[in-house]
């Protein structure tokens, strides 16, 4: 399989320090309340603790109630070139994205608004699968626990390429 690293020149080292400064980040939104705007001091604390981490760069939203109350970026997102990290940047999360997805849908379970055994075609009418029949039969559970008949890592390659293209 070919390295899909978008940035090779970076060891594992910084990569597990980015997702230990993600958690730690986490932990950080998740310690302040919820309210229009973030905590006094919030800004110098991200630094502080990117800084810590020695994480290139990192940013953050807070979006509450549908409004952006937040969104900026801390340091570079390449260390080869020093631009900076803004409100835009696309990070390269890997599996990260797993655990957000299905928090995610559980919230949507937890509201009533899905049940983990519907069929993913009633709410993705376009949703389509090699053969017409998995793709009406497939839930959302299948999806989740990887019952869905793909080979391993087959459609976890769906990411946004190295590019000049941005959300």
Not at 2 to 14: A, E, G, M, Q
Not at 26 to 52: C, D, H, N, W
Not at 145 to 153: E, F, K, W
């Amino acid at each position: 399989m070919p390295n899909l690293n978008p940035f090779p020149h970076r060891s594992d080292i910084k990569m597990k320090l980015g997702i230990r400064a993600f958690t730690a980040l986490s932990l950080v939104m998740a310690a302040t309340s919820a309210s229009a705007a973030p905590p006094p001091g919030f800004e110098q604390r991200v630094e502080q603790l990117r800084k810590q981490m020695g994480v290139p760069g990192v940013s953050i939203a807070i979006v509450e109630d549908g409004k952006v109350t937040l969104a900026k970026g801390w340091g570079v997102r390449d260390i080869t070139t020093n631009q900076p990290v803004d409100a835009d940047t696309i990070f390269f999360t890997g599996s990260t994205g797993k655990a957000f997805t299905n928090a995610a849908l559980a919230t949507l379970v937890d509201e009533g608004k899905i049940k983990w055994d519907d069929k993913v075609i009633d709410h993705m009418p376009d949703f389509r699968m090699w053969d017409p029949w998995v793709a009406r039969e497939m839930t959302i559970r299948d999806l989740l626990v990887h019952r869905s008949g793909l080979g391993l890592g087959e459609g976890d390659l769906l990411f946004l390429p190295n590019s000049t293209l941005s959300r």
